[in-house]
């Protein structure tokens, strides 16, 4: 009797046992599955780069799976994007893979959640030429583990191109084909005909972002000009935040072409340069001297080989004018980098409803070498190139952003083809849909070799004049607008804006007769595209519309001038 009472109790306390482990087995797994949802509507509104939800505790948990919601160009599900013709355009795009996008982030399942890892590979995703609109977000932990959604729209990017702008007097053009997201793998393949006020010909390029492998990038780039060939072949790893441990590349160019003096707009010296250059750098992050998710130091270590040889053009060379004295050296260098991880996230400053970073920690880099020449000792010399970068955010609607940059190379003669430049810019919001933006920044040479010749003019600034107008081995600029962002997506393609601007700026210290301060004001138009790729990686075009009038000049320069170029900035 006892023993059968034993058994039954065994049983259920066995059954028991059973349906509770069950039970709990099934409540964590429904708990793993449902538990740390994003919040949605903070998640697509979002623009700071604090991508974690202040009022939850997030603690050490790590990175659980990783969801990539990948948007076509136009939202069908919008009535203003839904019609024939965006349905067909997201029809005729090839989507970006998701491994795409995947390659391109700084962290993996299991990872430590880290502020940089994640709002660095937020970064990353938006300098993509075929991204736009990259989010970034971790769910309230569950477990110990964050699940993670990465948002992403897609942007046009094949585009047979035809290209005619004008800037400084002169008319460029452009034509030929271009896809910066070949068949959404994120590579770019261009094929260019060009024609400018200094050459024309033909360009062949491939770039690709990240090869896969150690998230290094590839470019190649190969031009037949009107004047020589251009050849150059680079691959290499950045550090791609302050947590990247190592960087490194190789790099070759060789490039001929006809290069021009100018004065006051005018050709008045032509002669022919053959480049070549090899470079390879290796550099480690100090983990010793850094502090995580806070700075980094690094070191580099790389060596340089370039050659430049000069001959007398066909033209008849200017007797007032030499040619520059040819040259061929082997540089080894070290370079040292602190960067403090200080962003912000942004809109309207640079661009039109777009985000923007920037970083108010700043960057500071100095790197000593030296040259041995292989023509002469006299030519031998010691190099020491600083720079530094910064930005300062002044209450809420007021932004300084500067650099400093000198460039030494010391020899037994003393200083030669050596510089110091600097610029700083102010934003002030000084109305809702509006900013006040000025820019001074100045240049000055020692001793520059004779083809480095610091210029000002219509496509460097001073807006309201020629191409190449003023000359010498130093300058100065100053540039004053008043900017207008347009809140309105036309035809859900584009952005609109409005400037007004003066410019005054002068070139001078050589043989140039250029007068010294020469001043512009113009008014202008300004267009930002939201369902096209950009030019350039980690830039977004502003197609610029201007008409300036200079104020100052010789009485053969044009009352006005009037402008249609792709900068990148507003």
């Not at 994640?118 to 932990?141: D, F, G, M, Q, V």
């Not at 610029?423 to 000025?438: C, H, I, L, P, T």
Request: net charge negative; glycine share 8%.
């Amino acid at each position: 009797m006892l023993t059968n009472k034993l058994w039954h109790a065994l049983c259920y306390f066995t059954l028991l046992s059973s349906y509770t482990a069950y039970a709990s087995e099934i409540a964590v797994k429904e708990s793993i599955e449902t538990c740390g949802q994003i919040d949605t509507e903070r998640h697509s509104e979002r623009t700071d780069v604090n991508f974690k939800d202040t009022d939850i505790d997030y603690g050490s948990a790590t990175v659980g799976k990783i969801d990539i919601d990948a948007s076509p160009i136009f939202d069908e599900n919008n009535p203003d994007e839904n019609n024939w013709v965006f349905r067909l355009v997201n029809r005729l795009h090839v989507k970006t893979k998701a491994g795409v996008i995947k390659d391109d982030l700084l962290f993996k399942p299991g990872d430590n959640l880290q502020d940089v890892s994640i709002s660095a590979s937020e970064r990353t995703l938006n300098t993509r030429r075929y991204l736009t609109n990259a989010k970034i977000s971790p769910a309230p932990p569950c477990n110990g583990v964050s699940n993670v959604t990465v948002s992403t729209r897609d942007v046009w990017t094949l585009k047979p191109k035809l290209s005619l702008s004008r800037s400084g007097g002169n008319n460029n053009s452009s034509a030929g084909f271009e896809d910066s997201n070949f068949f959404g793998t994120g590579k770019s393949v261009s094929i260019m005909r060009f024609n400018n006020d200094q050459r024309s010909g033909q360009v062949y390029s491939y770039y690709d972002p990240n090869t896969g492998a150690y998230k290094s990038a590839l470019k190649l780039r190969y031009s037949d000009n009107s004047d020589g060939i251009e050849k150059k072949f680079q691959i290499y790893r950045d550090f791609l935040d302050i947590s990247t441990d190592w960087s490194g590349g190789i790099f070759y160019g060789d490039k001929s072409e006809v290069a021009s003096v100018y004065d006051l707009g005018k050709k008045v010296f032509n002669y022919e340069q053959q480049s070549k250059s090899a470079s390879v750098f290796y550099g480690r992050r100090l983990d010793s001297a850094s502090v995580d998710n806070e700075y980094a130091r690094r070191i580099i270590f790389g060596i340089t080989s370039s050659a430049d040889t000069f001959t007398p053009d066909t033209i008849v060379p200017n007797s007032s004018f030499y040619l520059p004295t040819d040259r061929d050296e082997n540089i080894a260098w070290i370079e040292y980098q602190k960067e403090i991880d200080d962003y912000i996230s942004t809109t309207n400053v640079q661009q039109i409803n777009r985000p923007e970073y920037f970083n108010l920690g700043g960057k500071f880099t100095a790197r000593l070498g030296y040259s041995n020449s292989n023509i002469s000792s006299d030519f031998n010399a010691y190099l020491l190139d600083i720079e530094d970068s910064y930005a300062y955010k002044l209450k809420d609607n007021h932004l300084i952003i500067g650099s400093t940059k000198l460039t030494g190379r010391y020899t037994d003669s003393g200083l030669l083809n050596s510089a110091i430049e600097g610029d700083v810019s102010y934003y002030w919001k000084n109305m809702e849909r509006g900013q006040f933006f000025a820019k001074l920044s100045g240049l000055k040479g020692y001793n520059l070799y004779q083809d480095t010749i610091i210029e000002l003019g219509g496509d460097t600034g001073l807006r309201g004049y020629p191409s190449h107008y003023q000359s010498g081995d130093k300058n100065i600029l100053f540039t004053m607008e008043q900017h207008f962002f347009g809140n309105t997506e036309w035809l859900s393609l584009f952005y609109a804006g409005a400037a007004v601007f003066f410019d005054a700026g002068s070139a001078w210290g050589t043989t140039s007769n250029s007068p010294d301060w020469v001043k512009d004001v113009g008014v202008g138009l300004r267009f930002s595209g939201t369902r096209n790729g950009s030019r350039e990686e980690g830039e977004h075009n502003v197609l610029h519309m201007d008409i300036v009038a200079p104020l100052d000049g010789s009485s053969d320069i044009s009352s006005y001038q009037f402008r249609v170029k792709t900068e990148k900035r507003f």
